[in-house]
């Protein structure tokens, strides 16, 4: 057997070995499900996935983590986290009175890091 098909070998039991998603919580990862549904004005799924990163550094620094969002209506939202590869419960945000906005995206993402880090305010 040649060295390269051996190496080649080894590389791809190696690959197989990986659990899968392991790779993609070297970073942090934001994904938004039914983003259309966001009203305009909010800045759109940018804006809800820019908010959780800022709040993941701010609140939760140096936790890996993987957030699904999914945007339920125009005014409620719901997520999974994973972080350090341990399934968060699930969390949703309403709001009550208005469209979701870039502030409703703020406390939604600040409580989602907050509960990833192990604490709530």
Do not use: W
Request: charged content about 15%; some cysteine; overall charge positive.
């Amino acid at each position: 057997m040649s060295n390269t098909f051996r190496s080649f070998i080894t590389l791809l039991v190696a690959a197989a070995a990986t659990p899968a998603g392991a790779g993609s919580m070297n970073t942090p990862h934001c994904k938004v499900i039914g983003g259309n549904k966001l009203p305009a004005a909010s800045g759109g799924q940018a804006a809800l996935c820019s908010a959780v990163d800022r709040a993941f550094a701010a609140h939760a620094a140096g936790v890996a983590y993987n957030a699904e969002i999914t945007v339920v209506s125009a005014s409620r939202l719901k997520a999974k986290v994973i972080a350090n590869g341990r399934t968060l419960p699930t969390q949703g945000f309403n709001s009550m009175d208005r469209p979701l906005a870039n502030s409703s995206f703020e406390r939604f993402a600040k409580a989602l890091a907050e509960q990833a880090a192990g604490r709530s305010e």
